[in-house]
């Protein structure tokens, strides 16, 4: 199974920029469906940002969209997340997350997930 290492996250003040990454340990990641999800304290796991694994087709959730871009450099096994114009309501664990057996990422017995990196914005 694909194991997912994520880093690059840390504190910034609000307005700020961070870009997380996420290595896999399988080159067969380059062709997954893959995304980043996020978790507040107290909150559900939600999604932040895709890549499909038909035509690279890119889905963001709204509260991100202008601000979040998602990418990925295949020759790298890493899949990438550039943050700016980052709020207080962006706090989170972020995770990435694959499935080898779906067009696209959804929380599902099949998603393979990452450990996680903490992102704190202070207003």
């Known amino acids: 199974q694909v194991e997912l290492v994520e880093s690059g996250g840390g504190l910034v003040q609000s307005g700020g920029s961070l870009r997380l990454s996420c290595v896999a340990s399988?080159?067969?990641?380059?062709?997954?469906?893959v995304a980043w999800y996020r978790q507040a304290l107290g909150e559900e796991r939600e999604f932040v940002a895709g890549i499909s694994s038909i035509d690279e087709i890119t889905f963001y959730e709204d509260s991100v969209k202008g601000r979040f871009t998602v990418s990925r450099d295949k020759a790298r096994n890493t899949l990438y997340l550039q943050m700016n114009n980052l709020k207080p309501e962006d706090t989170a664990v972020y995770y990435c997350?694959?499935?080898?057996?779906?067009?696209?990422?959804?929380?599902?017995?099949?998603?393979?997930w990452g450990q996680g990196t903490r992102v704190t914005v202070s207003s």
């Open positions: 399988e080159r067969a990641f380059s062709r997954y469906a």
């Open positions: 997350a694959t499935d080898p057996a779906k067009p696209m990422v959804a929380i599902t017995p099949s998603t393979v």
